[in-house]
């Protein structure tokens, strides 16, 4: 019965409560995704050239939805550029069984059957400056398309950037829309990945978050962060957890920290946050970060956070340490 009320609660935030789909979303503030081309080295801040996300529409909803890709080829002003411009990005959409719920979907790395489902749509970008600071749209999609995953309340659509040739970076962002030509909302829909690939911020004033959610089963929690390049710190914020620091990785490292999660923060959302050091600056600094609870298994990651964003209470802090 607590797990049935558990899945619940979920489903009525997913679901109730949320109701934009940009990715990244405004409370994120994250500039861009980033994918780069697979003949990238790893210490330009992209470990495996490939990124997964997945969209969530309610069972209740039923019109065609698009998805969006915000500059979706690879060259001009967003991207990144490493000698010649040679680079593709695909992009492609699967629906249907095991879409979601096929275990190598929901890895961090692009092994096995991760491209599990039924492919409903794929594209190809390299340089093109009709996509450049532009959007392409996917779709229509018929929601039912998607895989119905029961502990949502709805269908669910992935999406998955991958660099196929060359060795630039790709900066681009998704949005879930009722619309062919303008990011109109899917009311009640949400989005999450199990891994994150982004820019961060060039201006050390501005804080990038991320949302992981945290179920009644957690105890501890392993966060593992790639190419950080030093640049700054992690802070994880929480109903019960003031400002928790955590270390950062250099150039081409991954770096872990792990820590109990307090009864409080079961079933709420954390808040970690990525603070840029102001000197010397970093620019260009593109990341990874993941999420594992203590039996491996990975935290999902939504764009607006269950329950909205965690803010520290007092009180509660209070009365769990007498």
Known sequence: MKKFT???????????????????????NIPHLMTFGNKAEPSWGDDDFSQTFFF???????????????????????????????????????????CYTHKDAQETDPTGNYKSGNLLASKSFGQNPRYDNNWYTFG???????????????????????????????????????????????????????????????????????YPYVDDRTITVKLSNFDWDTDGFIRTVSVARRGQMSPVSGDDRWVEDEFKIFDEEKNTSLDIQFIKKKSPPVKNNNVVINVRNQYNELLPFYVIPIGGVPKYKYNIAVKRKQ
Do not use: C
Not at 77 to 98: C, K
Not at 164 to 181: A, E
Not at 185 to 206: K, L
């Open 140 to 210: 229509p999609f018929n929601p039912t398309e998607g895989e119905y995953v029961s502990k949502f309340g709805g269908y669910v659509v992935k999406i998955i950037a991958e660099g196929v040739s060359g060795n630039d970076g790709n900066l681009y962002r998704y949005y879930l829309s009722t619309s062919f030509n303008e990011n109109r909302p899917v009311e009640g829909g949400n989005a999450f990945a199990y891994e994150y690939s982004f820019r961060m911020h060039d201006n050390p004033t501005e804080v990038s978050h991320i």
């Open 56 to 98: 969530l529409i309610p069972e209740s909803f039923k019109e065609p939805v698009f998805i969006r890709v915000f500059d979706p080829d690879v060259g001009g002003d967003v991207d990144e550029q490493n000698g010649e411009w040679d680079t593709r990005i695909t992009y492609e959409i699967y629906g249907g069984a095991g």
């Open 6 to 28: 558990i899945v619940s609660i979920v489903a009525f935030f997913v679901f109730a409560v949320l109701h934009a789909q940009p990715v990244p979303a405004e409370d994120e």
